[in-house]
């Protein structure tokens, strides 16, 4: 598929070895340009603000990562629903595709791509978003598709609010309280209050059986 613009992208991930690779990626291609990159959330919106030209997205695709620190990706991709509601963003992950897809195209994302895809599928998820097209890899189809027309009764962790999710998904890899609180610019007591939510919703008692609750549904990064 050929356009007949450049599509500018903004590529926002806190590993500069992804950044860089991905910026090599499409560097090859004919028609696709990173624009400008970042390391993180703030600076993302900051640069599309910078950016910003009356009537017009001031870039055509934002990639974006899940996984940073201080704002995650899924924050990100709210602020930027709200100040730039036409601008596709495809979201780079490293999450398990059939939980984590659903959750970033109910919050508005035209993309999803786990970080293991091959660069065609980075091209292709690009070009189509960029085009007003939704990208969903043909691996994932099937599971997003049944997620989202299963039945109104959803899975606990499908109920946490963004912020819940973020503090499950640290304590799942072994982060304590005082480092999550570090990662997320956020108070001990603060990230105490949510883990508590996150053991109630699951069930778990704690911090071990949380893991195993991550573990049977396939919560963990790949």
Sequence with gaps: MKTSKTIRVLLCDDHRIV???????????????VARDCDCGADAVQALRDAA??????FDVLLLDIAMPKRDGLDVLMQV??????????????????????????LGASGY???????????????KTAGGGLYVGSAMGEHLAAQLARSPERLP?????????????????????????D????SPNTVSTYRTRVLE??????????????????????
Excluded: W
């Design 19 to 33: 950044r860089e690779g991905l910026k090599q990626i499409l560097a090859d291609t004919h028609d696709i340009v």
């Design 53 to 58: 030209v009356p009537g017009r997205d001031p």
């Design 81 to 106: 629903r709200r100040e730039l509601p036409r601008l596709p963003v495809v979201m780079l992950s490293t999450y398990p595709d059939d939980q984590y897809a659903a959750r970033c195209f109910r």
């Design 113 to 127: 791509l786990n970080k293991s895809a091959d660069p065609d599928a980075l091209i292709a998820a690009i070009r």
């Design 157 to 181: 962790h499908e109920l946490f609010s963004n912020r819940e999710d973020q503090v499950f998904r640290l304590l799942v890899t072994g982060a304590t309280v005082g480092q999550i609180a």
């Design 183 to 186: 990662h997320l610019v956020l």
């Design 201 to 222: 919703k699951t069930g778990a008692g704690n911090d071990v059986a949380l893991a195993l609750y991550a573990v049977r549904h396939e919560l963990l990064p790949v």
